[in-house]
């Protein structure tokens, strides 16, 4: 860096302070989105292949419903797999509503980028 001189120092200095705010925008956490399942599961699996160009917008977390510890997300959801929540609030089941989760992503991406 000791060879920039007048302008291009501040224009390093400008360039470096920009890498780093966008580093720590980066850093934001991304929303859950939970996937509660079964094995198998064949409309889950269709529906994690609907999502996967969205995978970078959100952290998928599966929940076998089957598992003794997940015994009330059994009870509650038994017949309606594959349920989504989103950040722990439903969002939709049986299968994926494109729109509803764009919607949905848009509006946590704009709080997001609002602090």
Same mark, same amino acid.
């Given at each position: 860096?000791?060879?920039?001189?007048?302008?291009?120092?501040?224009?390093?200095?400008?360039?470096?302070?920009?890498?780093?705010?966008?580093?720590?925008?980066?850093?934001?956490?991304?929303?859950?989105?939970?996937?509660?399942?079964?094995?198998?599961? +064949?409309?889950?699996?269709?529906?994690? $292949?609907?999502? &996967?160009?969205?995978?970078?917008? @959100?952290? #998928?977390?599966?929940?076998?419903?089957?598992? +003794?510890?997940?015994?009330?997300?059994? $009870?509650?959801? &038994?017949?309606?797999?594959?349920? @989504?929540? #989103?950040?722990?609030?439903?969002?939709?089941?049986?299968?994926?509503?494109?729109?509803?989760?764009?919607?949905?992503?848009?509006?946590?991406?704009?709080?997001?980028?609002?602090?």
């Amino acid at each position: 860096m000791l060879w920039f001189q007048g302008n291009r120092i501040q224009l390093a200095k400008y360039s470096f302070g920009f890498l780093l705010r966008n580093l720590s925008a980066s850093k934001t956490t991304l929303p859950v989105l939970t996937l509660f399942t079964k094995d198998p599961c +064949p409309l889950c699996d269709e529906a994690k $292949e609907v999502l &996967k160009p969205y995978n970078n917008r @959100f952290i #998928l977390q599966e929940v076998d419903i089957t598992l +003794p510890e997940n015994s009330a997300w059994y $009870e509650r959801y &038994k017949f309606d797999i594959p349920v @989504f929540h #989103l950040n722990g609030q439903f969002l939709m089941m049986h299968r994926v509503n494109i729109l509803k989760l764009e919607k949905q992503l848009l509006k946590l991406e704009q709080q997001g980028a609002r602090g």
